[in-house]
């Protein structure tokens, strides 16, 4: 495997692409492979030093995908499929990452890309047609089209609690983990939130540290993932199917195949049937229990039933009896934040040197040089972990300064909440593209069937505008409020917007409370893709 950034050549300060890709995650490696594809040139830059994306960033213990492995890997390719084995049910992130590699190996992607290099600006000139990007290293390179490829969940967050700087021990935030890991052994650790990463985390960090605190806002729905080692069997029938069950997978809501939604509402099930149902997806694991009845994610007596079931799976999980009452979600509906998928994570609280600190009605005051203040109390500690989530959707996009047509700055623009056409892109900033950006499927499927969606639609846009001599594509005014209206309303027949959720933006202080993702499902959305170029981009207007 060629070390990342191995064999680059000088960096020129001021060159000409066809394209600027900005990210080289699942999304910005794809999309330049079909640019290639296309005869076209493209430079991608990348903060990290190598490629990756999320699976770059979260080194923490614990780390591992949600969807399974078999699903969660590209499907365009029968040759890049076969090369690959996965080993467990749920691959854990140093796989996931060795696989990136191995597809960006084996696609030769690195040549192209420039790693440790920040995206500063993008600026559209009208007159010349070209997007000017500018990076942290001083590159101002151009090009006709500039396609965001920049994560949903790429810009950690670390709360402003005052204290931080004077903190005497080391604190890391999952979404930053130290390369070279982190030794526990010995330390008293303080872990600040109780989302997946905390999930995942606190029960391997649990099983070094000497003495753990956690320190828990929202306590969450986690059910056991049932990680396990793939069978032969399950590995051969993959790789005989995997490009079929790719096209199966954009045919469903989730972009999933593993399970299949039941669309009976729950009123229509016995009491008896209810149960059973709810029972077998508990135990398969993953998100099919989410599945378990039609109207599950849409009223409140359908969820309900789901939820005391989840409670009551969740409390026979923990023995010790100061806690497993606070460990229970009561203040949500199942499924409206990201359903958490956990190994041992509730049983951890069983263990005396772990102690669970609930914060919902006493905030964190403030980080101390020992450790952290809440409630007027002192909690010692050696080491914090922040797994506090991220400004997810919009953050990395939006600390790009985008400038458009006339000067618009889109900060500005979304500065109420994004406003998109399709997730795809945005009125006044023609050939910039977003992918898996807000107002598309994104974050409530299997990403990387989205991302294969996005970068495939916008391969055929590209490849339109070029062969046809045509200078622009940027959505109407029309269009895009229409879509933005018409995500809002189908996200208000759900229970959603429920939540104080990072789908509403509602963990960032002062972010606009907007559900940002579409909810109409990656089957419905992909008709809908598909409908919008077949009448050659309706709703977008193509500039001459
Ligand atoms: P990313 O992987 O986030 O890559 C974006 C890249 O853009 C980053 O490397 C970032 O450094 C770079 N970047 C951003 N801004 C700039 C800039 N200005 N200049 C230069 N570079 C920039 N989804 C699932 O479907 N299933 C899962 O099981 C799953 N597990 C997850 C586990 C964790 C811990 C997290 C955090 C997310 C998970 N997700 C999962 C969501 C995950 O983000 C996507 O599945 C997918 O990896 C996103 O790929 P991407 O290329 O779109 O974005
Ligand atoms: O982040 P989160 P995450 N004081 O925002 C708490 C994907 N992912 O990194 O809920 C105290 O979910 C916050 O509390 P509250 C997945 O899509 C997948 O865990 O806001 N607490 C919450 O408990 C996921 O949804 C996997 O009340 C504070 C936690 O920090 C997404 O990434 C693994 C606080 C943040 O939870 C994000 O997950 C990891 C404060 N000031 C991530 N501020 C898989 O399993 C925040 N919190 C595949």
Known sequence: MAAQ????????????????????GFAGMYMLHRLRGLGLTARVFEAGVGVGGTWYWNRYPGARCDVESLEYQYGFSDEVQRGWTWSERYAAQPEILRYQNYVADKLDLRRDMRFETRVTSATYDEHTGLWTVETDKGDSVSAR????????????????????????????????WPHEGVDFSGKRVAVIGTGSSGIQSIPVIAAQAAHMTVFQRTANFTLPAGNRPLTQGEIARSKETLL???????????????FEYNE??????????????????????????LGAFGDLMATHEANDIAADFAREKMRASVKNPDVVEKLLPFDHPVGVKRLCLDTDYLQTFDQPHVDLVDVRETPVERISKKGVVCGGREYEADAIVFATGFDAMTGALLAIDVTGRGGAKLKEKWAAGPRTYLGLGSAGFPNLFFITGPGSPSVLSNMIVSIEQHVDWITDCVKRLTDGNIRSIEPTREAEDAWVSHVNELASETLYPQANSWYMGANIPGKPRVFMPYTGGVNVYGEKLAEVAAADYEGFRLGA
């Not at 064999?7 to 394209?19: I, M, N, T, Y």
């Open 264 to 289: 009976t509402l729950a009123g229509d099930l016995t009491p008896e049937a209810r149960e059973r149902e709810l029972d077998t997806r508990w135990n398969q694991g993953g998100f099919a229990f």
């Open 244 to 258: 079929e069950d790719r096209k199966h997978a954009r045919e469903t809501p989730g972009g999933i195949i593993c």
């Open 145 to 176: 089209f500039c396609i965001m490829a920049t994560g949903c969940l790429s810009a950690a967050r670390v709360p402003d609690f005052e204290g931080l700087e004077d903190f005497q021990g080391d604190w890391y935030h999952t979404g930053g």
């Open 5 to 24: 950034g191995e064999g680059a050549p000088a960096r020129a300060k001021s060159e000409q692409f066809d394209a600027v890709i900005v990210g080289a």
